[in-house]
């Protein structure tokens, strides 16, 4: 039952009480102090009553805004289309490339290992050899396409996040760094970089310089590997 | 001293395109006797049991990396002193001077090619 329903219910009771014909004095003073903090119970209570209403109306529209703003990201569409789909564009480009690269160097061997004397017969299997190698190529074409539907899906979720994350208020949580993975402490210790984007982050001059600097195959000394970032 | 043609040679690497790449490019040089291996733990394993003129090895392969075989190379008192290029896409200094300071011989960062490739047998090797 609500608190103001209560405080009611007490204040009825108090003036049926009161209307009893009572004649003891000391009594009715205490029913008219009752009555009073009766009054301001149900006050008190309005009022709280009120603050939570309000309260919860807030958490529940906040409740609604959050479910239409995640049924506007629509996760499953991301979860049982776009990113499958994404998964399959991206292992379709590694066994075209795998196929495209075994045709490729096959007809490579195979016109490095001709041992034919014949000069027109030679020609031809050079030129069919040849015709392969160009076919195979179209792979890069077929694999631009799919990497960028990939490329595509990921530009769709980054945007249903990012407008989701701005809608919310959403903030990136902070308090020290977060725990490493098996996999990052791996990488991290086993300097698994991987190819850098543009070409190599160090060229193989300034490689060889690092070698030639170091004189041969003998140990760098901390202070020629100071003197490599200087 | 002379370079042996016919010395065995160990590529190490987790594409078997890549190995095949390394391969081609050793039989251009004049290398034939080459053995692979898929990663560092293989390697080393067939290192313990063939001996190597050359360890040809990439970086980046589980579940023993290119780096990690080269640091056991390096402190197994019977396989220190063999040859070993590094052939990687890890192109960054930090990976250069691990590289270095773990003891390997030179270091090839691919794309690369044939030329590339004999430059760095022979600087490590002799000229052949």
Same mark, same amino acid.
């Given at each position: 039952m609500p608190a103001a329903n209560v405080a009611a219910q007490v204040r009825t009771s108090l003036a049926t009480l009161k209307a009893?014909?009572?004649?003891?004095a000391q009594i009715m003073e205490v029913l008219k102090l009752a009555h009073q903090l009766t009054d301001t119970m149900k006050l008190f209570f309005s009022s709280l009553d009120q603050s939570i209403c309000q309260e919860f109306n807030y958490i529940a529209e906040y409740i609604s805004r959050t479910r239409d703003e995640i049924a506007a990201l629509r996760p499953n569409d991301i979860k049982k289309e776009r990113i499958p789909t994404a998964g399959a564009e991206l292992e379709a480009v590694v066994t075209d490339t795998e196929k495209a690269t075994e045709v490729i160097m096959s007809a490579a061997e195979s016109v490095l290992c001709d041992e034919e004397t014949d000069y027109d017969t030679y020609r031809a299997n050079v030129e069919a050899k040849m015709m392969e190698i160009i076919e195979s190529c179209s792979f890069q074409d077929l694999a631009g396409q799919r990497v960028s539907k990939v490329v595509g899906s990921l530009r769709h979720v980054e945007d249903r996040v990012a407008r989701f994350a701005e809608v919310m208020g959403v903030r990136d949580a902070d308090g020290g760094p977060q725990e490493e993975t098996a996999e990052e402490k791996r990488n991290r210790e086993q300097l698994l970089n991987g190819p850098a984007i543009g070409g190599p982050e160090t060229s193989q001059d300034d490689i060889d310089a690092m070698f030639a600097d170091a004189g041969g195959d003998a140990a760098l000394d901390q202070g020629s590997i100071d003197s490599l970032f200087d | 001293m002379a370079v042996e043609m016919t010395m065995p040679i160990l590529v190490v690497d987790d594409y078997k395109t890549m190995i095949r790449i390394i391969r081609n490019l050793l039989k251009q040089i004049g290398f034939e006797n080459v053995d692979d291996a898929a990663d560092g733990q293989e390697a080393f394993e067939k290192m313990q049991k063939n001996k190597y003129g050359l360890v040809i090895s990439d970086w980046? *392969?589980?579940? *023993?990396?290119g780096y990690e075989l080269l640091q056991k190379v390096r402190a197994d008192e019977g396989l220190k002193s063999t040859p070993f290029i590094m052939v990687t896409a890890e192109s960054k200094t930090e990976n250069v001077v691990a590289a270095k300071k773990a003891g390997v011989n030179n270091y090839i960062v691919k794309p690369f090619n044939a030329g590339t490739l004999k430059s760095k047998m022979s600087a490590v090797l002799g000229e052949f």
């Open positions: 009893s014909d009572l004649q003891d | 980046n *392969m589980e579940p *023993m990396t």
